[in-house]
Nanobody
Framework: QVQLVESGGGLVQAGGSLRLSCEAS????????MGWFRQAPGKEREFVAA????????HYSDSVKDRFTISRDNARDTVYLQMNRVKPGDTAVYYC????????????????????WGQGTQVTVSS
């Protein structure tokens, strides 16, 4: 089992920056990939960014590429999402996820790759 706790959400103006954190606990040594997803009201949960826990390979959705950066600190069992030049369309609840199974880089963008989910943190971008 892996427990995930997100933090760092809040209200930010368009064009600003925010950094989300996700701290993992439990059987983290089994983690293959960690990802960030988001869900806006009335919309389906969508992929944002992912990273292989050991290799560090990353994958981004087209909507956030070149604005957001995912990184991890293996010693702290923590993954981060640095959000720059945010837009009102980035407003959503952001969820951290951990997966134990192998996935290709592209596959890390699939919801079904992940076995554990955090409770989410709200990000609101004002215009």
């Amino acid at each position: 089992q892996v427990q995930l706790v997100e933090s760092g959400g809040g209200l930010v103006q368009a064009g600003g920056s925010l950094r989300l954190s996700c701290e993992a606990s439990g059987r983290t040594f089994s983690t293959y990939a960690m990802g960030w997803f988001r869900q806006a009201p009335g919309k389906e949960r969508e992929f944002v960014a992912a990273i292989r826990w050991r290799g560090g390979d990353t994958h981004y959705s087209d909507s956030v590429k070149d604005r957001f950066t995912i990184s991890r600190d293996n010693a702290r069992d923590t993954v981060y999402l640095q959000m720059n030049r945010v837009k009102p369309g980035d407003t959503a609840v952001y969820y951290c996820a951990a997966g134990w199974r192998f996935a290709t880089v592209q596959g890390m963008g699939n919801l079904n790759t992940y076995d554990y989910w955090g409770q989410g943190t709200q990000v609101t971008v004002s215009s």
